[in-house]
Each structure stands twice: as structure tokens, then as C-alpha cells.
């Protein structure tokens, strides 16, 4: 029988690890085997914790042979850590929470089996984040959350996302059903979607790196980055108009931020958090994932829209209106009233085959501006996929009494254009 003895607590001792010592405490069943078994469990789970706990079990035993060797192997594979370029032990334990992740979601039978069996989760973190993203494309967004949530929530500590503020998401039917309202009733709405790239324009406390941000979008859409420091507030008041007008507004969901998640810091993971703290400045809004426009594409929520014959309806898009026109046509059987071009964004114009002719801003945007705002559209359906530009247009057509949706890349994926990784 293994000799019972009291442990001191460490000073600094973690939430988890507190608790552990408590329980010991009061069940008096804590030795520093069980302290080096624990260790064990924790190195292959949870690096730092199990780091923490053999650091406890040589505190009662300092000269202990077993303890020795596991805190060298702990110690030696945290260096390791570091000479790969991980810059301190958060992103050691980061890399952790997400493997974890992924290996919980696989025993749920959430991930794609081929996917899974052939990766090397220990090798880097971008092996779990491919899983989770694979994973997305045949995954309810709003399922996903409901399982992550509580593990998010409870034990991880350096993956930054967050899960309390995603709770408030609306499952996708629910969604549908206010969408499909909106449109059979003809009452004034819009809906809008913000990612990574718009919520880099939800900052005016613009740092080096929230103006590299920025630029970065602004080439991709755009083409180049040269815009003035009034084009920047321009685009933050844009963008805030639009958010405050919006019926519905999507932001990411807890699974596609882990599947760009990125141990260093970078612009998805600051647009992330800009985009989750939308719940915090606009808490009384109704939010769903940004990418439900993928859900509502594969359940046949647009078959279900056009079956009402009655409905007019626009569309505001970078595609080619002829090919736009039979698409929808072939498609739905649906004729389109109203056609607005916009200029395609940069990034896709050789994937497109479509020349620039115009800026998008300012020159196209002034003129569609004008086009909307001299208009009565009072019962009439607009399907929009204009970037970010797209939501300002958006808050326009409910100002003119119509129902804008913000479907983005769905147009893409009609006119056979695979332009996001979750479609």
C-alpha cells in the first residue's frame, strides 16, 4: 500500500491545479505517485499543466529517481518547443488545447475519418486547424459551437476566442425562418455578414499593425493601398452605419476561428477578436455565424426563397449580369429585375477573367450610392456579394424600404467559382 502523505501547495498554483490539491486535501488520498501518474497524463495533454505537477511532486520528493527523469523528458520537450521558434510556453500550450480539440472531435465523430487518420497532430498545430476546417464544410456551424463551447469555455487558456460571446449565436434554421419572414412579408431588413477582413476597419485606434491590416485588405480588394487616413475613418463609419442597421449580423463562429487559428499572432486572429467584441459594443443585435450563407446554399433555403413567385428580385454583384442572369435561371428558375455591376474584387479578377474598368471606391461607389438612394424599393428582394462595401449598400436598400441579404460568395459558388475553403 503506498505510504499517504500531505503535499504542500506550490505558491502560484493554477485554477486546475488548485483544485486537484484540494480534492487530495480532503479525500487524504494523494501521494506523489499518483502525482507523478498525473504528470504522465498531462504530457501527453497538456504540456505545462504536467510541468507544474512534476515541479509539485519534486517539492515532497526532490531526490526522487522517477520524478527526475519525467521532469528532464518534460523539460527537454518544452526546449524543443522553443528551438522550432515557439516563443514561450502560451504557445506550447495553445498547440496542446488545439490537438486536443481535434482528437475530442474525432471521438464525437465530428471529423472526417481520412482526414484525421492521415495526420500527424504532433508534428505542427496547422495539421489540427486543416482537420477543423475540413471539418466545416459538412458541419452545422451552430452544432460545432454547441460542442466546442464548453471545453473552450472550462479549460483552455491561451487559444484566443471566445466562447461566451458565441453562445449568442442563432442556430441556422432559425435564421432561415427569419430570413424567409423578411422576404414573404416585404418588410424593410437587412442582414450582414462581417469576417477577418472587414472587422479590420471596426478600429479607429490605428497602431503599425492595425494600418498593416488594413492595407492588406484594401490591396486584396482593391488592388492597391494607397488610401488616405479619411478613407480609413470613411470606411470605420461605413461599416459601424451598416452594423447598427443590420436585422441580423453574422461573425465568426468558434470552428472556423480554430481552423485559422495561428499560434503567433496575426491579422485573422486580430480581426477575430475585433469581430467577437461586435457582441459586446452591439449587444442587443441578433447574431448568427458569418458563414451561413454556406448552410443556407446546401439546405436549399434559396429553392424555398424563389418558389414566391412574386418577389422582385436584384442582385448587386462583380460577376457578369449574363452569366449571372442564366445562372439563376438554370439554377431556380428565378428572373432577376434588377442587375447593379460592381467592380470584382482584385484578388479574383484573374480566377474571374473580368477586367477592371473602374475603382470600386470611390468611383462606383458614389454612383451606386445615388442609384439606390433615388429609388422606392419597398417589397424588392436584393441579393448582395460587394465585400465590404456590399454592407453599406446593404443598410441603403433597407433605408429604401427593400430586404437586402448579404449572401457574398454563394454567387461565386452558383457561376462555378470556388472562392472560400468552406464552400
Known amino acids: 500500500m503506498l505510504r499517504k502523505i500531505a503535499i504542500k501547495k506550490p505558491q502560484n498554483c493554477d485554477e486546475r491545479l488548485t483544485s486537484l490539491y484540494d480534492f487530495a486535501q480532503a ?20 504540456l505545462m499543466m504536467a510541468k507544474k505537477i512534476i515541479a509539485a511532486a519534486r517539492e515532497v520528493r526532490p531526490n526522487g529517481k522517477r520524478i527526475l527523469q519525467l521532469e528532464k523528458r518534460i523539460h527537454a520537450k518544452v526546449a524543443k518547443q522553443l528551438e522550432q521558434g515557439v516563443e514561450d510556453e502560451g504557445e506550447i500550450q495553445a ?21 484525421y487518420r492521415f495526420l500527424d497532430l504532433d508534428k505542427d498545430n496547422s495539421n489540427s486547424r486543416y482537420a477543423i476546417g475540413d471539418t466545416l464544410s459538412g458541419f452545422n456551424s451552430s452544432s460545432l459551437n454547441a460542442f466546442l463551447m464548453p471545453y473552450l469555455r472550462a479549460e483552455t487558456h491561451y487559444l484566443e476566442v471566445n466562447p461566451d460571446q458565441n453562445c449568442l449565436l442563432r442556430p441556422e434554421n432559425e435564421v432561415r425562418t427569419k430570413l424567409l419572414h423578411a422576404v414573404n412579408t ?8 462581417i469576417g477577418d477582413g472587414e472587422s479590420a476597419f471596426l478600429t479607429t485606434n490605428l497602431g503599425d499593425k492595425e494600418k498593416a491590416d488594413q492595407n492588406c485588405m484594401y490591396e486584396s480588394w482593391y488592388g492597391h493601398s494607397k488610401f488616405t487616413e479619411k478613407d480609413r475613418l470613411s470606411f470605420n463609419s ?64 434559396f429553392d424555398d426563397l424563389f418558389e414566391n413567385k412574386n418577389i422582385n428580385v436584384s442582385v448587386i454583384s462583380g460577376h ?3 452569366k449571372v442572369r442564366d ?13 447593379i455591376k460592381v467592380p470584382t474584387q482584385h484578388k479574383f479578377a484573374d480566377k474571374f477573367k473580368y477586367e477592371i474598368r473602374e475603382a470600386h471606391y470611390p468611383t462606383a461607389f458614389e454612383r451606386i450610392c445615388s ?23 446593404c443598410h441603403l436598400i433597407k433605408q429604401s424600404g427593400g430586404v437586402a441579404l448579404d ?17
Open 27 to 46: 479525500k487524504y488520498q494523494f501521494t506523489v505517485d499518483f502525482l507523478v501518474d498525473l504528470a504522465l497524463f498531462f504530457e501527453v495533454h497538456d
Open 95 to 115: 498547440q496542446f488545447q488545439l490537438r486536443d480539440i481535434v482528437r475530442r472531435m474525432s471521438e464525437n465523430g465530428m471529423l472526417l475519418r481520412d482526414t
Open 186 to 193: 416585404a418588410s424593410p431588413f437587412s442582414f450582414i455578414r
Open 238 to 301: 461605413l461599416l459601424v452605419e451598416a452594423i447598427e442597421s443590420a436585422d441580423i449580423l453574422g461573425i465568426p463562429d468558434l470552428g472556423h476561428q480554430l481552423s485559422d487559428f495561428e499560434i503567433k499572432e496575426n491579422r485573422y486572429r486580430r480581426g477575430y477578436t475585433r469581430a467577437n467584441g461586435l457582441v459586446i459594443d452591439f449587444p442587443h443585435k441578433v447574431y448568427c455565424s458569418a458563414y451561413v450563407n454556406q448552410h443556407l446554399l446546401k439546405n436549399s433555403f
Open 320 to 322: 457578369d449580369e449574363s
Open 327 to 339: 445562372a439563376f435561371v438554370e439554377k431556380y428558375k428565378a428572373k432577376i429585375s434588377n442587375f
Open 371 to 393: 442609384q439606390i438612394n433615388v429609388s422606392d424599393l419597398s417589397g424588392e428582394l436584393f441579393l448582395v456579394g460587394a465585400g465590404l462595401l456590399g454592407k453599406h449598400y
Open 407 to 423: 449572401v457574398g460568395s454563394v454567387i461565386d459558388y452558383l457561376l462555378g467559382f470556388r472562392t472560400r475553403k468552406y464552400m
